[in-house]
C-alpha cells in the first residue's frame, strides 16, 4: 500500500508515495492556481507512471493521502474570500476595524490609507444581547434584532456569516442560538461562531480569527469539495488529510470548519519534514531553514517538537490560532538590491519574481538580485543550465552588479561580496527571531536548508551564529510532501480560564485539563483509531501583565500533591529565560489552559540507504570569489556516495539546487545521500 | 528675553569619508534596529501596568557614549527626540563615574525627561573599556506620586504637585541595585508592586539591549563599528536634506491654539515660524504664548521632541530616525513661553497638549511648502483617569482611559485612520481588551464604536472619532481627573480640507439622570457607583477640498454609517 503526500506550490505541485519498504517515489507537475484540484489529479498521473502503474490501480493501492495547500493563504493575499456579514453585540461592531487602536504600519507614516477591514462596516451588524464578564446573561438575546440583522445579510447577499458576542470565550448561549438561527434561516451559507472556533478572551484577536475563518471558509470548502469529488472519482476510497497551520493533519471536515487553520498548510509541510528528518538523523534540534526566490521560511525545531505560536499575522489579518512559529522573511534569491538616497544598501523587500526575474535569466530584469550576485561572484555556473533549460546570462549579471557598485564606489565583485554579505545578515537576523528571542540558543542547533537558493548561503549564515553544523536534504523540493506523511493528526483545544496559578488547587488543576482531555480524544477518536497522546501546556502571566507565555506542561509531575506551585515554577523558569528575570514571589495567572489530542499514525518507513558506490569525483573547476578568486572543486550532488567527505571549499551541484561548503567546513555524505556539513 | 538657539552642537563627527566598508554600514543599520525592536517586544510582554503592556505608553532607543541618537524603535514618537537629552543629563551629572553594571534612572522634565510619569532607564554599554552606547527605555508610569493619582493634575500650579521629581540617579551600582533608592522612589507612589514590576521590565529589556550590544561590538569591534555608525547617520542626513532641498525656500507660518490653560486663559497659541533655506529647516517657536502656570507648559526636551515629530512625519517614513536625520533641523524658542517653561513649572500634559500643537503648527506652516506632505490634523488627547475599589476584590485601582480614540488626519494617500489617536502616538498605543478590562475592572462597556459626522471634510476626509458608554460598578464612589484639551478646538483641516469635531465628554448621574459636560482640566469629579461616562473624541482634519470627493466615496461613507446623508458643511478655506 502506497501512501501519498501532496504539496501545492505556486508553480508545481510536488508529489511523493512511500511504500511499506519506505521507498519514496516522487514526481512534479505544474499547479494550475484556477483550481488545483486540478494539478493534484494531472500530477497524481504522473506519479502513477512514475511506478509504472495507472492512477486507479495506485489509487486504489493508496491508503492515505496527505494534503497541504495554499488556498486559503491566496484568498487573504489576494482578497479573493467569500462575501463576509458579522454579527456582533449591539455597540460594538467596529471591533474589527479599530484593531485596538493601534496603526499596524510604520509609526512615521502618517500618509497612509488604512487597510480594508475583510467585512466593511455595512456588513456588521450589531445584535442586542450581553454576557458580562463573569458569564452571565446583562441583556438576553433580542431575537428581533438577530432576525433583522439576518434580513440585511440575505439582502445582501452574504455567502459566510461571522459571528462574534463579547465574552463569548465565557459563555457561548447566545452565539450558539444566533449560529443556529442563522443556519436555519440562511441555508447554504458557511457559518463561524467565535465560541467554535477559539474561545479565548480578548475579542480583538477572536473577532479577527472568526472573520478570517469566515472569509476563508468557503473557498477551502469549495476546493476540498471538489478535490474530494476528483479523487472519488479516480478511484480513491481513502482518507484524504489536510495539513494545518500547527504542523498537526486533519481530516477535511475539520479543515473545513476550521478554515483559519489551514493558512500556513503549505509551509507547515516544510517543518513537519524538517520533524521527520529530525528523527531519521538522530538530529532532534534543528532549524529548518527554506529559502526560495522571493521569501525564506523559517522555524526551529527543539527536541524534535516544533515551535508553536498564538500571535501569527497574515496579510494584515490577525489569526489567533496557534500556528508553527514560522519566521517569513521577504528575501530570497530574487530580492533585489538597491541604493537608497542616503547610500545605504539594502537587499529586499522588492523582488523580480519569476518575471523579468534576476538580471541574468536574460528575461529583461536589469536590477542586481542576490541571485545575480552569486552569478558575478562565480558561484552559479553560467555555463550550466538551470531548471526549465535556461542558460544564465553573465555578462547581463555583471552590469547590474557595476550599477549597483558605482552608486557606493565599488566595482562588481565587491558588491556582489556586499549583497551576499548583507542577504546573509538579514537570514542570521530571522534565524535569531526564531531561537535567541525565544530564549534559545541557536549554537545547539543543526541548520536544515532546503529551498532553491538556500545551497549557497546556509554555511555563511550557520558561520555568523556559529552554528556548527548544516544538513542538506538530497531532494529538498519534495521534503515537505514527504514530512506531511509523517505528521499526526491534532486536534487542539483551548478553555480560558483567568485564575491563579498558585492557589488552584491540584484537584481543581487536574480537573480542568482532565475534561479537555476527554473532550480532545473524543473528538479525535470519532475520526481516527488509533493510539492517542495528550500534549498539555498552559499560557500563563504574572498578575498584572497582559501577554501569556505558553509553557508546556507535559515534562512536569503531574501527580505531585502541589500542581499549582510545579506549573507557576515551569512558569518562573520559562519568563526568565526568555525576559532574563523572574518574580518568583508574585502571583502567576493560568490564563488559556490547553490540550492537543494527537493521533499516532504508524511511522514512515526509514527510507533506503543508497548502496555503497564509488566516491564521486569532481567534475570540473570553477573559479570562485570568495575573498578572492580561486578555482575549486564542484561535485555533482546526485553521485555522491555514502561516507563521502569533502573538505570544502568545494561547490555541491544538485539538479535544483547549488550547495557551497566553504574553505574550513567538511560535508560527509550520509547513508540517504543528504549532506551533513561541520561548519569549520 | 533673548532669542536662543536650543539645538545642542552635534558632538564632533568622525570625518566619515574615512575608509567605511558600505556593507557593514547596512548590517550595523538593520542590526540596530533589530535590537532595539527586540527591546519593546520584550517590554511589552513583561510589563505590568496597563498603561505599558496594553497601551504600550512607552519606547526603546540607543545613544552613543556622545548622547547622540543612533537607533530607536518605532514606539511613542513624542519620546523620542527626548532621549539624547536625557542621555546627555545623566553623562553629565556621573562624568567619570558610569562604570559597567551600573543602571541610571531619571524623569525629570527638567534634566531632559518628557514630563513626571516618563520615567526613563539608561544601562551604560562599554566597548574596549569606554562608554559606547546608552541602552534606553522611556515608560510612562502608571503613577508617579503627587497629589493626584495617575500624575496628571489640572490644579498643579509648580512641578512638585505633580509628582516625585528624580534627577539623574544611579540606581544599580557596579551590578549592585541600591535598593534603599528604589525603595524611596517605590514608597512615594501609589501601587508600589506595580511600580517595582514595570521598573523590573524596563531594566530587563535595557539589559537584553546591553547583551545583544555586546555582542555586535565583539563581532565587529569598535574600528569597524564606529565608523560604520557615522556612515549610517551621515546617509540618514543625506536623505533627510534631499527632501527639505526640494521644498521652496522661503519662510512659512503657522498657528495652533491649546482650549484652555485651565487658569482662565483660552487659545493659547503656539506659533511656528519655519524657514527653510536651501537644505536646511530652521523651525522658530519663539513667539509663541507666554507660559502658563498649570501642566499645558511644555519642558524643553519635550519641545524639542515635538519639533523633531513634526519633521520626521513630513520627511519620508523609512528614512532611520536618528541623530544625522535630524540634523536639518534647528529649533529656536525662549524659555519662559508655552513650548519652553521655566524651571519649577507643572508640564505634565506636555507630551500631549502642547506636544500636539507644535507639530500642528508646523505642519500648517510647511503645507504651503509641501502640500502633498502634509497631512491634516490629528485628533487632541483627553484623558480621565479613574481611582476607585473594585467591589469584587475590594482591591483599589487606578485605570487610565484608552478607548474611543479621536481620528487620525486624511492626506494625499487617503482617509484618515478612523478612532486611531493622536498626533504624539500616531496609533502606536493600543486601547487593550474591553473583555480584559471588564474583567479586571468594575466597568461595563456598553457601546464603543467610531462616532459619525466627527471626521474633517476634504478630498481625503479625517478619520472618524470614537465614541464610548460606559457604566461604573463600584459600589463607592470613586474620584475622576481629566487631563486633556480639544473640546473647542478641533484637529485642523489642510489645504482646504474641514476640521474635525472636537471633543464631547459627559458624565451622567445614574441617580437623577443629569448630564454634566466634562472640562479637560477638572480635578476630584466624584463618580457615583452607577454613574455613565459617554465619550465622545474628535475626529481627523480633512485634506484638500472637499468639491474634489469622489461621490463614490461620499456613498460608501453613507452606506457604512459614517457620515450622515445630509452633506457636511461646507469648510472654511
Known amino acids: ?680 | 528675553m533673548q532669542d536662543q538657539p536650543t539645538t545642542p552642537p552635534s558632538p564632533s563627527r568622525q570625518d566619515a569619508s574615512q575608509s567605511v566598508d558600505p556593507i557593514t554600514v547596512a548590517v550595523v543599520q538593520h542590526r540596530l534596529h533589530a535590537i532595539v525592536e527586540e527591546m519593546g517586544e520584550a517590554m511589552l510582554r513583561t510589563a505590568y501596568s496597563q498603561i505599558l503592556n496594553s497601551s504600550r505608553d512607552f519606547s526603546t532607543g540607543i545613544c552613543d557614549g556622545g548622547g547622540r541618537l543612533i537607533a530607536q524603535a518605532e514606539h511613542v514618537p513624542v519620546h523620542v527626540g527626548a532621549l539624547p537629552y536625557a542621555a546627555r543629563s545623566i553623562a553629565e551629572a556621573f562624568a567619570g563615574d558610569i562604570h559597567p553594571g551600573d543602571v541610571f534612572l531619571l524623569n525629570d522634565p527638567y534634566f531632559g525627561g518628557n514630563h513626571l510619569p516618563d520615567v526613563t532607564v539608561f544601562v551604560p554599554v562599554f566597548a574596549d573599556g569606554t562608554l559606547a552606547f546608552w541602552s534606553i527605555n522611556r515608560a510612562h508610569m502608571s503613577d508617579i506620586g503627587g497629589s493626584t493619582h495617575g500624575a496628571y493634575n489640572p490644579a498643579a500650579t509648580e512641578i512638585y504637585q505633580e509628582g516625585l521629581r528624580i534627577p539623574p540617579l544611579r540606581i544599580t551600582d557596579r551590578g549592585a541595585p541600591r535598593e534603599d533608592l528604589i525603595r524611596m522612589i517605590a514608597t512615594n507612589v501609589r501601587h508600589s508592586r506595580d511600580f517595582r514590576g514595570d521598573l523590573a521590565a524596563m531594566i530587563g529589556s535595557a539589559k537584553l539591549c546591553e547583551k545583544r550590544l555586546l555582542a555586535l561590538i565583539d563581532e565587529l569591534g569598535t574600528a569597524r563599528l564606529g565608523p560604520a555608525i557615522e556612515a549610517m547617520l551621515n546617509g540618514a542626513e543625506r536623505r533627510a536634506r534631499a527632501i527639505v532641498e526640494a521644498w521652496p525656500d522661503g519662510t512659512y507660518f503657522g498657528e495652533a491654539w491649546l482650549d484652555d490653560d485651565g487658569r482662565g486663559r483660552n487659545d493659547v497659541a503656539i506659533r511656528a515660524k519655519v524657514t527653510v533655506s536651501g537644505s536646511d529647516l530652521e523651525i522658530d517657536l519663539t513667539q509663541s504664548d507666554a507660559e502658563a502656570k498649570s501642566f499645558v507648559n511644555s519642558s524643553h526636551a519635550n519641545m524639542q521632541s515635538a519639533c523633531a515629530m513634526a519633521f520626521a512625519y513630513l520627511i519620508d517614513h523609512d528614512i532611520p530616525k536618528n541623530d544625522g536625520s535630524f540634523r536639518p533641523l534647528k529649533v529656536k524658542a525662549r524659555p519662559g513661553t508655552i513650548v519652553w517653561a521655566n524651571d519649577g513649572l507643572p508640564v505634565t500634559m506636555c507630551t500631549s497638549h502642547c506636544s500636539n500643537e507644535i507639530v500642528e503648527a508646523i505642519v500648517v506652516a510647511l503645507s504651503a511648502a509641501c502640500p502633498d506632505r502634509a497631512m491634516g490634523g490629528w485628533g487632541r488627547r483627553f484623558r480621565i483617569a479613574i481611582k476607585g475599589e473594585d467591589p469584587r476584590t475590594q482591591r483599589p485601582f487606578i485605570w487610565h482611559l484608552f478607548q474611543a480614540r479621536p481620528g487620525g488626519g486624511g492626506s494625499s494617500a487617503g482617509d484618515g485612520y478612523n478612532s486611531v489617536g493622536e498626533w504624539h502616538s500616531a496609533g502606536g498605543i493600543k486601547f487593550g481588551s474591553i473583555e480584559v478590562a471588564e474583567a479586571r475592572f468594575p466597568f461595563l462597556f456598553l457601546h464603543h464604536e467610531f462616532r459619525p459626522d466627527s471626521a474633517g471634510d476634504g478630498m481625503f476626509r479625517g478619520g472618524t472619532g470614537g465614541e464610548l458608554e460606559m457604566v461604573v460598578e463600584t459600589a463607592v464612589p470613586a474620584l475622576g481627573n481629566t487631563a486633556g484639551d480639544g473640546i473647542r478646538h478641533g484637529a485642523r483641516g489642510m489645504l482646504g480640507g474641514g476640521d474635525g469635531k472636537p471633543h464631547h465628554y459627559i458624565l451622567r448621574r445614574a441617580a437623577t439622570g443629569e448630564e454634566i459636560v466634562l472640562g479637560t482640566k477638572m480635578v476630584g469629579v466624584a463618580i457615583e457607583p452607577g454613574d455613565r461616562l459617554l465619550i465622545h473624541s474628535g475626529g481627523g482634519g480633512g485634506w484638500g477640498d472637499p468639491a474634489q470627493r469622489t461621490a463614490e466615496a461620499r456613498q460608501r461613507d453613507v452606506d457604512n454609517g459614517l457620515v450622515g446623508p445630509t452633506p457636511a458643511p461646507s469648510p472654511k478655506i
Open chain 1, 1 to 680: 500500500m502506497f501512501r501519498i503526500g501532496i504539496d501545492v506550490g505556486g508553480t508545481f505541485t510536488d508529489l511523493v508515495a512511500v511504500d511499506e519498504t519506505g521507498q519514496s517515489t516522487l514526481a512534479k507537475s505544474p499547479s494550475t492556481p484556477a483550481d488545483p484540484s486540478i494539478g493534484v489529479l494531472e500530477g497524481l498521473a504522473v506519479l502513477a507512471r512514475a511506478l509504472g502503474l495507472d492512477r486507479s490501480t495506485m489509487l486504489g493501492q493508496t491508503e492515505r493521502i496527505v494534503h497541504g495547500t495554499t488556498v486559503a493563504t491566496n484568498a487573504l493575499l489576494e482578497r479573493k474570500g467569500a462575501k463576509v456579514g458579522l454579527l456582533t453585540t449591539a455597540g460594538h461592531r467596529d471591533v474589527l476595524e479599530m484593531r485596538e487602536g493601534l496603526k499596524p504600519e510604520d509609526r512615521y507614516n502618517l500618509r497612509l490609507a488604512p487597510p480594508e477591514p475583510l467585512v466593511p462596516r455595512r456588513l456588521r451588524l450589531g445584535v442586542t444581547e450581553r454576557i458580562r464578564a463573569d458569564g452571565t446573561v446583562l441583556t438576553p438575546i433580542d431575537h428581533a434584532s438577530l432576525d433583522r440583522a439576518i434580513d440585511t445579510l440575505i439582502a445582501e447577499g452574504v455567502t459566510s456569516v461571522a459571528i462574534c458576542f463579547l465574552h463569548a470565550w465565557k459563555s457561548a448561549a447566545h452565539e450558539a442560538a444566533s449560529a443556529e438561527r442563522v443556519r436555519a434561516r440562511m441555508p447554504g451559507a458557511y457559518v463561524t461562531a467565535s465560541s467554535e472556533v477559539y474561545p479565548q478572551i480578548k475579542e480583538y484577536e477572536r473577532v479577527s480569527t472568526t472573520v478570517v475563518n469566515a472569509y476563508v471558509g468557503p473557498v477551502v470548502a469549495g476546493y476540498l469539495g471538489r478535490l474530494s469529488g476528483r479523487l472519488a472519482e479516480a478511484a480513491y476510497t481513502g482518507p484524504l488529510f489536510i495539513m494545518l497551520s500547527h504542523g498537526g493533519v486533519a481530516p477535511v471536515e475539520e479543515a473545513i470548519r476550521l478554515a483559519a487553520a489551514t493558512v500556513l498548510s503549505g509551509p507547515a509541510g516544510g517543518v513537519a519534514g524538517s520533524i521527520h528528518a529530525a528523527t531519521l538523523l538522530g538530529v532532534p534540534n534543528l532549524i529548518p531553514f527554506d529559502m526560495g526566490g522571493t521569501s525564506t521560511d523559517i522555524s526551529l525545531v527543539r527536541q524534535s517538537v516544533p515551535g508553536l505560536a498564538i500571535d501569527r499575522g497574515i496579510a494584515g489579518q490577525r489569526i489567533a490560532l496557534p500556528s508553527l512559529d514560522i519566521v517569513t522573511l521577504g528575501a530570497g534569491g530574487g530580492s533585489i538590491a538597491r541604493v537608497d538616497q542616503g547610500g545605504v544598501l539594502h537587499v529586499g523587500p522588492e523582488s523580480a519574481g519569476a518575471a523579468p526575474g534576476p538580471a541574468c535569466y536574460g528575461r529583461g530584469g536589469t536590477e542586481a538580485t542576490v541571485t545575480d550576485a552569486n552569478v558575478v561572484l562565480g558561484l552559479l555556473d553560467p555555463s550550466g543550465l538551470l531548471a526549465g533549460g535556461m542558460r544564465l546570462d553573465k555578462e547581463a549579471a555583471d552590469a547590474a552588479l557595476g550599477r549597483l557598485g558605482r552608486a557606493i564606489g565599488l566595482d562588481a565583485i565587491a558588491a556582489a561580496a556586499g549583497v551576499q554579505r548583507i542577504i546573509n545578515g538579514r537570514m542570521a537576523e530571522g534565524i535569531r527571531l526564531v531561537s535567541v528571542r525565544r530564549g534559545i540558543d541557536p549554537t545547539a542547533f543543526a541548520l536544515l536548508a532546503f529551498g532553491g537558493a538556500a545551497g549557497l548561503h546556509a554555511t555563511a549564515v550557520a558561520r555568523q551564529l556559529s552554528i556548527p553544523r548544516v544538513i542538506v536534504p538530497r531532494v529538498a523540493s519534495v521534503l515537505s510532501a514527504w514530512g506531511m506523511l509523517a505528521s499526526e493528526i491534532r486536534f487542539e483545544t483551548t478553555r480560558s480560564h483567568i485564575g491563579d496559578a498558585t492557589t488552584m488547587t491540584t484537584d481543581g488543576l487536574r480537573r480542568i485539563f482532565a475534561e479537555m482531555e476527554a473532550d480532545a480524544r473524543g473528538r479525535l477518536a470519532a475520526v481516527f483509531n488509533g493510539p492517542i497522546a495528550i500534549g498539555r501546556s498552559a499560557d500563563m502571566r504574572y498578575g498584572e501583565q497582559i501577554f501569556e507565555i505558553n509553557v508546556p506542561l507535559d515534562h512536569i509531575d503531574w501527580d505531585t500533591p502541589e500542581l499549582g506551585r510545579a506549573v507557576a515554577d515551569a512558569f518562573h523558569q520559562r519568563h526568565e529565560e526568555l525576559y532574563t528575570y523572574a518574580q518568583r514571589t508574585n502571583e502567576v495567572v493560568l490564563v488559556n489552559a490547553r490540550v492537543a489530542a494527537i493521533g499516532k499514525l504508524p511511522e514512515l518507513p526509514k527510507e533506503p540507504t543508497l548502496g555503497a558506490r564509488a566516491p564521486a569525483r569532481p567534475v570540473r573547476q570553477q573559479r570562485v570569489h570568495l575573498g578572492e578568486w580561486r578555482e575549486i572543486d564542484v561535485l555533482p550532488f546526485d553521485a555522491l556516495a555514502p561516507g563521502q567527505s569533502i573538505a570544502g571549499p568545494a561547490l555541491i551541484e544538485g539538479p535544483t539546487t547549488t550547495v557551497l561548503v566553504e574553505a574550513g567546513d567538511t560535508a560527509r555524505v550520509l547513508d540517504n545521500g543528504w549532506l551533513d556539513i561541520r561548519v569549520g
